[in-house]
């Protein structure tokens, strides 16, 4: 039986949308694979009876509960506040905290403002956790077996005091946790329904946590097992039920793993888009390291630029800048051009206009020139609006690239 | 007194951190939009007992909760479940979603997977609502002068539905909300704490419901009012201290703004970009119209590429890549071999490796070419991680074009 945790944010611009909680993100992330079940996300405003309310409700159903932000010294900061209020003590005064201000202040030739005396004030039953990245001040509070933690909400500070006070903390209590064995396994050219297929019942019939993770093109399962066996099990039975799909045992994403086989064999890479308008390019470089192997893309957008990647006149005419030649020439004149090793092409009709009967919305056609300058090109059709078809036919053509280097 | 309404996410993976919770995020923007307050977000497990357990409590402290995830067909999606547990009914089958499902597979030539059949239930009491945007049903429950709505997780899904089938279920019950008069100003090259400190304390005077949402490079403004006056009064102070930011008096983005004064003036666009690797390419192609104006780009990655585009060797090797003279030459020689009449050249370094002393990682060099052949370099130094800075470096090129051409 795992122990429970809870987040708890603090903060009107989260609940407005001002601010995407990405620190509950980190938390969920972190406590998980530390161990903990993780039950509850919430956010709540800047209110003490919010804060007083939520917390209670968070405490009820379990161990561990972290909450971030409104910790500042500005008047609407009040998690000290509703904290205190929950357990009822007061907030007292931290001298040692309101030595580290007067220091941090004293190196801008500063007295500490007023307001900011606020940061050296905690509940009276709690622990000052000294934040080393900024001057809000952290607290801990151990109470019938339960442990309440708060954290500044600045990504920054929240992440560097997790590892730096919050972890110690967790390890003195939780030090057994680190038992339970992690599997995860990401896979492309399968959807969600067809990988459940494919497991089978029968491969739930264990004990264990398991999460599946779809996004365009491709699935990433999440296992955790208490048993080296189960463990052991499911992992012959993914290798087996799953293979022709999987491409990395880790969370290393599909443009990573090609991008390490790429450099691997000392080949490289280009790319034409035309419908995904540089979303391809952007996804492969969106990782450090892309230099390895990325030469660079060309967003043939224009039939001024396909017709500099080689498409000919007559081809737009007669075939169509949406067509498999155009995809083929582009995959095989941007290797050309940019001197790599392989090259793709992407044309196709994103959408929502440009459709019509014999060539719909989602219509896409992929091409791959290999380094003998030879081609393939593939068809598609994708369903779903423009952003839709854009990174389904970005991830399969990623597919297609993996396919033929694996 | 604002209608309250919170947010309740389901899904073991949000839980986890493996997905940030966006959809929070846009739905707190646009619940608040609309007028509501917006008084807690969740997540809770994909269970049965934890959906109907949360729901409750978000059903006790406000009038709406919209729910998002857990609608999928594999077997850990269990919210239709947990919800029809809270109030006690059956679920019932769809024919007419069930028959959109037969039509959507036919497509592919392919029959309902029977996991997949699981989409065309929903809770007895509940109304159906069509998903035009997937395969996942969602739904909508009036109970006891309170509203649940139970949306799909997968963001794209969720938008759409919001505006296609929630928006219409909110107006009919709080038409009334509609009256208040809002107000939405998006502006570039400004921050948060500028925009703050410019509207300056006086702003704030009136009684209005203010809403500020920073993003890369960017800060929209949103502003609901109930007195046409102060609406007025609003609006004039906000163009007076804002001006040279404000882009647009409503939704629309940067990017589009910018393809609407192009396509007028019938010029066009090419952009060489180098640490943003198609980022910018990406955004620009990511809206509807592009090729009104868009010649299309080139992801000068490598060296060999931006040699491509007229980068002297002794350049590269005097200056570097990451240098004035190159994101000079890169807007100039994309503009030629493109035949655009505006060119945009960037080159960076966009981290975590790569820096020195000299050149940091975050350093940026943005280029702009113009129709006269003539081109200007401004340099940057970004704060972030590797993905905050190629945001940042997109965003801020797509000002300094705007701030020529408008």
């Given at each position: 039986m795992k122990p429970t945790a809870a987040i708890l944010a603090v903060g009107n611009e989260v609940l407005r949308g001002s601010v995407v909680n990405t620190n509950a993100a980190f938390l969920g992330r972190e406590l998980s694979h530390f161990g903990f079940e993780v039950v509850s996300h919430g956010v709540c405003a800047d209110s003490r009876q919010a804060i007083r309310f939520r917390l209670g409700e968070a405490l009820r159903r379990t161990e561990v509960v972290v909450m971030v932000g409104g910790l500042g010294p500005t008047p609407d900061d009040v998690t000290r506040e509703g904290i205190a209020a929950h357990f009822n003590v007061p907030l007292v005064f931290s001298a040692e905290q309101y030595g580290r201000l007067q220091k941090i202040y004293k190196r801008y030739g500063k007295r500490v403002p007023s307001l900011v005396k606020r940061e050296a004030f905690y509940p009276e039953n709690a622990k000052p956790l000294i934040n080393r990245f900024g001057i809000a001040l952290g607290f801990s509070i151990e109470h019938q077996q339960k442990i309440v933690i708060a954290l500044p909400g600045v990504p920054s500070e929240l992440k560097n005091m997790y590892f730096d006070v919050v972890l110690p903390i967790l390890k003195k209590k939780y030090g057994d946790l680190f038992k339970s064995r992690k599997l995860t396994v990401r896979m492309t050219g399968l959807s969600e329904p067809e990988v459940m297929k494919k497991l089978g019942?029968?491969?739930?019939?264990?004990r264990f946590d398991f999460g599946i993770y779809p996004s365009a093109g491709e699935v990433m399962i999440r296992i955790l097992s208490d048993s080296a066996g189960v463990h052991q099990r499911l992992k012959k039975k993914i290798a087996a039920r799953l293979k022709n799909g999987i491409y990395s045992w880790d969370e290393t994403p599909l443009s990573v793993v090609i991008g390490k086989i790429l450099a691997k064999k000392k080949k490289t890479l280009a790319v034409a888009e035309s419908c995904t308008g540089g979303l391809l390019a952007s996804r492969i470089t969106s990782h450090p390291g892309a230099s390895l192997f990325f030469r660079g893309g060309t967003v043939a957008y224009h039939p001024v630029v396909k017709k500099k990647l080689g498409v000919p006149e007559k081809v737009l005419r007669e075939r169509g800048e949406v067509s498999a030649p155009v995809a083929a020439q582009l995959a095989k004149g941007v290797r050309v051009w940019m001197e790599s090793d392989y090259g793709i092409g992407i044309t196709g009709i994103a959408g929502p206009d440009g459709g019509s009967a014999s060539k719909p919305v989602g219509l896409v056609y992929i091409g791959l020139a290999s380094p003998d300058g030879k081609s393939q090109v593939w068809k598609h059709v994708f369903w779903g609006e423009r952003h839709q078809v854009q990174d389904k036919a970005a991830a399969k053509a990623l597919e297609y690239l993996w396919r033929k280097i694996r």
């Amino acid at each position: 039986m795992k122990p429970t945790a809870a987040i708890l944010a603090v903060g009107n611009e989260v609940l407005r949308g001002s601010v995407v909680n990405t620190n509950a993100a980190f938390l969920g992330r972190e406590l998980s694979h530390f161990g903990f079940e993780v039950v509850s996300h919430g956010v709540c405003a800047d209110s003490r009876q919010a804060i007083r309310f939520r917390l209670g409700e968070a405490l009820r159903r379990t161990e561990v509960v972290v909450m971030v932000g409104g910790l500042g010294p500005t008047p609407d900061d009040v998690t000290r506040e509703g904290i205190a209020a929950h357990f009822n003590v007061p907030l007292v005064f931290s001298a040692e905290q309101y030595g580290r201000l007067q220091k941090i202040y004293k190196r801008y030739g500063k007295r500490v403002p007023s307001l900011v005396k606020r940061e050296a004030f905690y509940p009276e039953n709690a622990k000052p956790l000294i934040n080393r990245f900024g001057i809000a001040l952290g607290f801990s509070i151990e109470h019938q077996q339960k442990i309440v933690i708060a954290l500044p909400g600045v990504p920054s500070e929240l992440k560097n005091m997790y590892f730096d006070v919050v972890l110690p903390i967790l390890k003195k209590k939780y030090g057994d946790l680190f038992k339970s064995r992690k599997l995860t396994v990401r896979m492309t050219g399968l959807s969600e329904p067809e990988v459940m297929k494919k497991l089978g019942e029968n491969f739930f019939k264990d004990r264990f946590d398991f999460g599946i993770y779809p996004s365009a093109g491709e699935v990433m399962i999440r296992i955790l097992s208490d048993s080296a066996g189960v463990h052991q099990r499911l992992k012959k039975k993914i290798a087996a039920r799953l293979k022709n799909g999987i491409y990395s045992w880790d969370e290393t994403p599909l443009s990573v793993v090609i991008g390490k086989i790429l450099a691997k064999k000392k080949k490289t890479l280009a790319v034409a888009e035309s419908c995904t308008g540089g979303l391809l390019a952007s996804r492969i470089t969106s990782h450090p390291g892309a230099s390895l192997f990325f030469r660079g893309g060309t967003v043939a957008y224009h039939p001024v630029v396909k017709k500099k990647l080689g498409v000919p006149e007559k081809v737009l005419r007669e075939r169509g800048e949406v067509s498999a030649p155009v995809a083929a020439q582009l995959a095989k004149g941007v290797r050309v051009w940019m001197e790599s090793d392989y090259g793709i092409g992407i044309t196709g009709i994103a959408g929502p206009d440009g459709g019509s009967a014999s060539k719909p919305v989602g219509l896409v056609y992929i091409g791959l020139a290999s380094p003998d300058g030879k081609s393939q090109v593939w068809k598609h059709v994708f369903w779903g609006e423009r952003h839709q078809v854009q990174d389904k036919a970005a991830a399969k053509a990623l597919e297609y690239l993996w396919r033929k280097i694996r």
